[in-house]
């Protein structure tokens, strides 16, 4: 296949597409909002799932350089109540299938893995139209455009390229996350980075209450967590975020009567607030000729620890595809999206909403375990 692919957005799904395609000789070029790579900071852990994450990576020939970006030890994993009463507790032993790394060095790493050139940065899809013949004209904030026979909309929860397939959007599930940092954390904060261990942190109050928290031991002694909040969103509106202290008092008023050493993760760090969105469960489109979506553009979910898996696995699945059927992109669209349908709707199925503290307990810590 010598047809150009337009990929919108160097997310880690758009990234793994342009990678397979690379791989097998098929030109693309990724067009990214942001002005760099390094322009803004990357996420924080993520799970490598041995059946989709990994396979996708071992698509892109990728194996053994994704192996030296493993955090050793990260498997770890403990729960607490909203006492501090550790209910679980599971060390790292090396057994397990789902390694830990972080999300910017794997990025790194895709961007590393592709010809310099293939990431445009700072273009910014404002839209994108249909032309005759199943092209379609992508605009730029820029002013520029960019016309392609092979769209690909890996562009995230507001995707620009999934109005061209669906009149879908997004909606509010109920729920936030409100995201903090403790720096050097052995140090500064020794309790916290006590309580949250080696690996994953997932603390809860066992009265539900909608209420719970998840943290993360990232590189250097930072932790990073994650505050669940069920509240609609104008409650958040009311706090200003800009004030990082009030910020913090006023959600850490929520987990009042937590631990302190758990309550620290809030108030030692200035919040910044992550509503929840998501795309209807079974989210489709009928076929459209020369153009498709990857990742959150086509089943935005809320976070479940498999959004980046399954992002990737679509970069791996559409980019096989395509080389699978060099003379033909149409089928090659349409033999991906027959895999991803059913695939994006169970997994979308199972993600939850608003969990309980015993799905808490389950996710974490299966019987299977």
Known sequence: ??????????????????????????????????????????????????????????????????????????????????????????ADDGTGTSPEVQRGELRRLLLDALPDGTVRWGHKATGAR????????????DGTTAVTSVLVGADGAWSRVRPLLSTAVPAYVGRSFVETFLYDADTRHPAASKAVGAGTLAAFDPDGHGKWLVAHREKDGTLHAHLSLTKPQDWFAAIDFTDAAAASARIAREYDGWAPELTALITASGPTLRPLHALPVGHRWDRVPGVTL???????????????????????????ALAAHPDDVEAALAAYEQALFPRSAAAAAVAPRDPTPQEIIDFFAPPAR
């Open 130 to 141: 249909a032309l005759p013949g199943g092209r379609h004209e992508v605009t730029f904030a």
């Open 294 to 320: 990857l990742g959150d553009a086509a089943h935005l979910s809320p976070p479940d620890g498999a959004g980046a898996n399954l992002a990737m696995q679509d970069g791996a699945d559409l980019g096989l």
């Open 1 to 90: 296949m010598h047809t150009p692919v337009t990929i919108i957005g160097a997310g880690l799904g758009g990234l793994l597409l342009a990678r397979v395609l690379h791989v097998h000789g098929i030109p693309a070029t990724v067009h990214e909002a942001e002005p760099s790579p390094t322009s803004r900071t990357q996420g924080g852990m993520l799970d490598i799932h041995e059946h989709s994450g990994q396979l996708a990576l071992a698509a892109a020939d990728l194996t053994d350089e994704f192996r030296g970006t493993v955090l050793e030890g990260r498997q770890a994993t403990r729960l607490l109540d909203r006492a501090g009463t550790v209910l679980f507790d599971q």
